[in-house]
């Protein structure tokens, strides 16, 4: 239906022909003439509407359009204008595809604030906004710029099943199904899966797909599903699972620089290309750190907020917690030779916010078993798991990256819901 976009407008020529199709975010009727504004993906245009070349019936009719009503203009470009957008469109035809119910839900342009259930209740309007879907044009390039450096690196795209049997890491966190006369779950990630894909020669895997987790706490940085970006590599280390990610990060970020001008600007962010080698502090440094400043912890512990906080006010950038107590960590981490009671496990923060979380996997049939075991876990619920690892499993590392969490950073959006399309959280399941 469209020749253009209106930010294509630009480069053609006065008097060029051209058919532009989009919403009516705004008409200012000054008597004989009116100032349409169109608004598609890629910005604004002026629709300049005059009473004596339109006719009084059809003047009036486009002039009586609600905000938001959908239409196909099609006319000529005019560069001698007075408009602010440096050109104007002269109709010769507008269709009116679809005219918008009024009032509206809720503005679109309007600068009064709404608060973000309201938002989230009419997302169709809400993400009409310009600054709501640069987050996401944002968000694309992420999900684009990762995939990318991964392909790269030979990891093939792999797709496993979201609907288990057997609980990831224990039984907690899990969303229950029916599954015909049995019960089961939805799958916190893909972890035990990408690991058997190891076992199954594959070498590098990575797959990008929701993950549910039935956390009953409502904060800013948790969903109920989220989309998890997971690798897993063969003959691989903690250390060299880490630089992937260093890799992939960095790519990532620099392709939003180049690709996401626009959206950045609209956003208001501005983002720098970090500085690799990301720094590797021990878990160790930062609970002696932590203690030092008056917050107790145990050895053993996650770090809870108000320690993160902490130590994002000293590391403000991307930096990896590394050698984890193998007790705050999963049963398939690899332990440290040196000291078993650490793993080889790590996360990666930005300040104070987590971002991904990895390690080198125990690829040794005994002691993995024996650390379900010392979780309290039964080995039995995990056979089709531990099967993999009886006939030839090479040494293998791996994370998973929050896309939400990741884009929020980048973003420097305050509630994963901003950057969540249709958030499922404690309260929300609709929309
Ligand atoms: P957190 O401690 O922040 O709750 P986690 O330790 O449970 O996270 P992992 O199981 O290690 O997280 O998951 C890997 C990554 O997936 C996290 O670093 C984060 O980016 C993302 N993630 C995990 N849980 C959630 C969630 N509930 N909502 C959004 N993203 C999540």
């Known amino acids: 239906m469209r ?10 020529p006065d008097g060029f022909n051209v058919t532009i199709c989009g919403w009516v975010q705004d008409i200012r009727n000054l008597g004989n003439i009116s100032f349409l504004i169109l608004r598609d993906r890629e910005g604004i245009a002026q629709v ?10 059809y003047y009036k009719k486009i002039n009586g359009l609600n905000r938001e009503s959908v239409i196909c203009v099609n006319g000529k470009i005019n560069k001698k204008t007075q408009s602010k957008l440096g050109l104007e469109i002269i109709p010769t035809k507008i269709d009116v595809l679809n005219e918008a119910e009024t009032p509206l839900p809720m503005g679109i342009i309007d600068k009064v604030s709404v608060d973000i259930e309201t938002r989230l209740n009419n997302r169709f309007i809400d993400l009409r906004k310009p600054e709501v879907f640069s987050l996401f044009r944002i968000e694309s390039s992420i999900s684009k710029g990762i995939r990318e450096t ?35 779950y939805l799958v916190q990630s893909p972890q035990l899966y990408k690991q058997i894909m ?13 993950a549910f987790r039935a956390e009953e706490h409502n904060t800013n940085r948790h969903l109920n599903e989220f989309v998890s970006i997971d690798i897993e590599m063969s003959f691989s280390t903690d250390d060299d699972a880490m630089n992937m990610l260093e890799k992939v990060i960095y790519n990532a970020i620099e392709k939003i620089k180049k690709d996401n001008v626009r959206d950045l600007k609209i956003l208001n962010v501005e983002i720098n290309l970090p500085e690799r080698p990301f720094p590797r502090v021990k878990y ?19 770090f809870s907020s108000e320690a993160l906080t902490l130590i994002g006010e000293k590391y403000k950038g991307f930096f990896f917690i590394t050698r984890w107590p193998m007790e705050a960590r999963a049963f398939y981490v690899m332990p440290c030779e040196d000291d ?25 049939y005994s002691s993995l078993k024996e650390n379900i075991i010392k979780k309290g876990l039964n080995p039995e619920d995990f056979k089709f798991y531990l099967d993999a690892f009886r006939y030839g499993m090479p040494p293998h590392a791996g994370w998973a990256i929050g896309l939400e969490r990741f884009t929020m950073i980048l973003t420097n959006s305050k509630n994963i819901r901003e950057v969540t399309l249709f958030p499922r959280d404690r309260r929300r399941i609709i929309p």
């Open 48 to 57: 300049t509407l005059i009473k004596k070349e339109m006719g009084e019936d």
């Open 340 to 364: 078993p009671r650490y793993g080889r496990a790590f996360d990666l923060q930005f300040g104070e916010r987590e971002i991904t979380s990895g390690a080198q996997r125990n690829h040794i």
């Open 150 to 184: 991964l392909e790269n690196e030979g990891f093939i795209e792999i797709h496993t099943p979201k609907i288990i049997a057997t609980a990831t890491e224990g039984g907690t966190n899990l969303f229950k199904v029916k599954y015909f006369e049995n019960d089961a």
């Open 198 to 210: 190891m076992a199954a020669g594959f070498e590098r895997v990575f797959e990008i797909a929701p």
């Open 284 to 302: 160790d440094e930062l609970l002696d750190y932590v203690n030092s400043k008056g917050i107790e912890m145990k050895f053993g512990e996650d």
């Open 3 to 12: 020749t253009h976009f209106t930010n294509q407008l630009n480069e053609l």
